[in-house]
């Protein structure tokens, strides 16, 4: 995700305590500070389940174009 928006003159940043337990809501924001998407992640260790990695994929599409995480 950072690489991508990196790409584009974008960052990434996590807000603090917005997630519920062990998850992290992390947002994409654009050089003047503007939110333009965000997602959830588990702090589970281990790996992500295919799911949750998919609808991170779908949530910020938009921004980064169909198939970003497979770049």
């Known amino acids: 995700m950072r690489r991508s928006a990196r790409r584009r003159g974008w960052s990434v940043e996590q807000l603090p305590r917005r997630g519920k337990g062990s998850h ?4 994409v924001l654009d050089p003047d500070g503007v939110e333009l998407g965000r997602v959830g992640l588990t ?3 281990g790996q992500m ?3 949750v ?5 779908s ?4 921004l ?3 198939g ?3 770049s």
Do not use: M, P, V
């Open 24 to 27: 992290s809501i992390w947002i």
């Open 43 to 45: 702090g589970h260790s």
């Open 49 to 51: 389940s295919q799911t």
């Open 53 to 57: 990695t998919r609808s991170n994929e």
């Open 59 to 62: 949530a910020l599409e938009h």
């Open 64 to 66: 980064f174009g169909k």
């Open 68 to 70: 970003w995480l497979d």
